[in-house]
Nanobody, 116 residues
């Protein structure tokens, strides 16, 4: 079993920054891609950014140039640096991990609120 524990959410003013972290623990074996998704009230969950085991990244258009995803393979941890935050970035952010199999795991989510 795998657990994903997120941290770093909170309340910030528009234009501010936050850094999310997600650490994977448990039966870590053949961890593949990790990423972040978000879900705003009344909306579907959407991809924010992903990073492969080789460091390759993929971003949603609405965060390009503002958010940066990174990972520390030795710590099984993925980060999301969020700059120039906008009120429309307000959502619950979920960590996702994909293992060869495939197996997919989700974190419990962390709230990010951006005030105008």
């Amino acid at each position: 079993q795998v657990q994903l524990v997120e941290s770093g959410g909170g309340l910030v003013q528009a234009g501010g920054s936050l850094r999310l972290s997600c650490a994977a623990s448990g039966s870590i074996f053949r961890l593949n891609a990790m990423g972040w998704y978000r879900q705003a009230p009344g909306k579907q969950r959407e991809l924010v950014a992903t990073i492969g085991s080789d460091g390759s990244t993929n971003y949603a258009d609405f965060v390009k140039g503002r958010f940066t995803i990174a990972r520390e393979n030795a710590k099984n941890t993925v980060y999301l640096q969020m700059n120039s935050l906008k009120p429309e970035d307000t959502a619950v952010y979920y960590c996702h991990a994909n293992f060869v199999g495939p197996y997919n795991y989700w974190g419990q989510g962390t709230q990010v609120t951006v005030s105008s």
